[in-house]
T-cell receptor, first 115, second 114 residues
Framework: TQLLEQSPQFLSIQEGENLTVYCNSSSVFSSLQWYRQEPGEGPVLLVTVVTGGEVKKLKRLTFQFGDARKDSSLHITAAQPGDTGLYLCAGAARLTQGGSEKLVFGKGTKLTVNP | DAGVTQSPTHLIKTRGQQVTLRCSPISGHKSVSWYQQVLGQGPQFIFQYYEKEERGRGNFPDRFSARQFPNYSSELNVNALLLGDSALYLC?????????????FGPGTRLTVT
């Protein structure tokens, strides 16, 4: 069974601070996606990383995929109240039928940025 | 273009009843996946369909079933509802099913079983 562990589970910080969220597994994933979810809504895709060691930037958010494609991190610089939400990492895992993949999600990191 | 749509938004059922949830994918997307998200947890994979064929099934009992129609929309059915089935049910669509494909989620259906 492929599992993704996210840490920390909860994070409460002040506006302007930096933070890093980690996503770790003992399994290799073909790609890894980061989502942000607001209460009562579906997850919204932030980024997909595919290549080991890949780094992608989205404004103040920096995403990194581990060299072995087993882990990833999300770093937010100068956090703002609008960054508040549940951050989920998800790895693409092979299904049994030819080439199909499902997403395996971590439990998420609930981020609160206080003004 | 419209995103993934799901109906109904909210649903309240009693134990033992049956429920049908509906999903319309993004135009041009041929794959639909269903996920269950219990409060405080990440989404858990239930089913994936591509071109009307089931491509994968998660660790859920046979009370859960799904199908995909020629227009690529999909239904998730749950029979003999249990209290533990209370969750947010998410539908995700994607162009294809493999590689570095990206899944786009709908707003979900909040199911409450009493």
């Amino acid at each position: 069974t492929q599992l993704l562990e996210q840490s920390p589970q909860f994070l409460s910080i002040q506006e302007g601070e930096n933070l890093t969220v980690y996503c770790n597994s003992s399994s290799v994933f073909s790609s890894l996606q980061w989502y942000r979810q607001e209460p009562g809504e579906g997850p919204v895709l932030l980024v997909t990383v595919v290549t080991g060691g890949e780094v992608k930037k989205l404004k103040r958010l920096t995403f990194q995929f581990g060299d072995a494609r087993k882990d990833s991190s999300l770093h937010i610089t100068a956090a703002q109240p609008g960054d508040t939400g549940l951050y989920l990492c998800a790895g693409a895992a092979r299904l049994t039928q030819g080439g199909s993949e499902k997403l395996v999600f971590g439990k998420g990191t609930k981020l609160t940025v206080n003004p | 273009d419209a995103g993934v749509t799901q109906s109904p938004t909210h649903l309240i059922k009693t134990r033992g009843q049956q429920v049908t949830l509906r999903c319309s994918p993004i135009s041009g997307h041929k794959s639909v996946s269903w996920y269950q998200q219990v409060l405080g947890q990440g989404p858990q994979f239930i089913f994936q369909y591509y071109e009307k064929e089931e491509r994968g099934r998660g660790n859920f009992p046979d009370r859960f079933s799904a199908r995909q129609f020629p227009n690529y929309s999909s239904e998730l059915n749950v029979n003999a509802l249990l209290l533990g089935d209370s969750a947010l049910y998410l539908c995700a669509s994607s162009l294809t099913t493999g590689g570095s494909y990206e899944q786009y989620f709908g707003p979900g259906t909040r199911l409450t079983v009493t």
